[in-house]
């Protein structure tokens, strides 16, 4: 029972991670906040599981149906709000409003079953098959970062007026990285539901999108190991307090008062965690051991 539960902990790290590894592309990486994208993953979520109970289709046609819908509302949403050009906090405010109408659409549609939710859903959420998905998702992630739409978007982020006077499309920028959010979260709602095994609206309300964005803002605006630590950090939290869960919020607020007042920048900033640098601190903390108080070598 107690293997079973630490798995559980660790597949909720690894699909939270899933998540916020997108949102970290689209607001750390392009300079805008959302606020709603609860409702991509509420998509992804519903979607898979309509398709893998209701039509009875395998899970990964689920997960790549997830990830295709909430790519298309991302875009019905998010093409004439950002043609518009709205400012930060308008835009802000209009992911809010989306992620809100979804919720009560949601609970309003037949096929998702109203407000009682889909129920008696597959257990397909494997730790291994979900750490396989994140794993992909990091080096998807990753290479976008580093090819030039990677480039183009922190130049947007950085001074969008200049990155449109030197030719770069801001509003396909924005576009794009906003798209691959949204398939990241669908992909993270297709495991969510099949993790829990029961979805309804009420499951994804504002409150989700608001931890969400937490999350990435505490872990580095500009990495994308760094909201994966800050994932696990806030899923740890109300695990270890679950014997007093009045103080659960409480302390996600202490935690985040204190990576901003110490780390303003996030816990990472703009640093990664790479193979490589695990090799030189493994190799800094070797040498350590082998140097005595005194500055003596000592023989291994």
């Not at 898979?48 to 790549?64: H, R, S, W």
């Not at 990495?223 to 899923?235: D, L, N």
């Not at 790479?274 to 040498?287: E, F």
């Amino acid at each position: 029972m107690f293997s079973s539960y630490i798995w559980g902990v660790i597949t909720v790290c690894m699909y939270t991670s899933i998540i916020v590894v997108g949102l970290a592309v689209f607001t750390g990486f392009t300079g805008l906040v959302s606020l709603g994208h609860a409702a991509f993953v509420a998509i992804g979520a519903y979607t898979c599981a309509i398709l893998t109970k209701t039509f009875e289709l395998p899970f990964f046609v689920g997960v790549i149906g997830a990830a295709l819908t909430s790519g298309l509302a991302s875009l019905i949403i998010g093409y004439p709000t950002l043609r518009a050009k709205l400012r930060s906090d308008y835009f802000t405010i209009t992911t809010l409003g989306f992620g809100e109408a979804m919720r009560v659409i949601l609970e309003n549609l037949e096929i998702t079953n109203g407000a009682r939710g889909i129920g008696g859903l597959g257990n397909y959420s494997h730790p291994i098959t979900v750490f396989v998905i994140l794993v992909i998702v990091l080096w998807v992630t990753k290479n976008y970062i580093f090819s030039r739409y990677g480039r183009m978007s922190i130049s947007v982020r950085e001074d969008p007026i200049a990155a449109e006077m030197a030719g770069i499309n801001v509003v396909q920028v924005r576009l794009r990285a906003l798209l691959f959010s949204a398939i990241c979260a669908g992909i993270g709602g297709a495991i969510y539901a099949h993790y829990i095994r029961f979805i309804q609206p009420s499951m994804f309300i504002s409150t989700q999108s608001t931890l969400y964005t937490a999350i990435v803002v505490a872990g580095g605006m500009g990495s994308i190991t760094g909201p994966c630590i800050a994932a696990c950090i806030f899923t740890m939290i109300p695990e270890v307090l679950r014997v007093a869960d009045q103080w659960r919020m409480v302390a996600y607020g202490a935690v985040l008062v204190a990576i901003m007042v110490l780390r303003p920048s996030g816990i990472f900033g703009y640093k990664e965690i790479t193979i490589r640098g695990m090799r030189n601190l493994v190799r800094r903390l070797r040498k350590q051991k082998l140097i005595g108080p005194e500055g003596v070598e000592i023989d291994e």
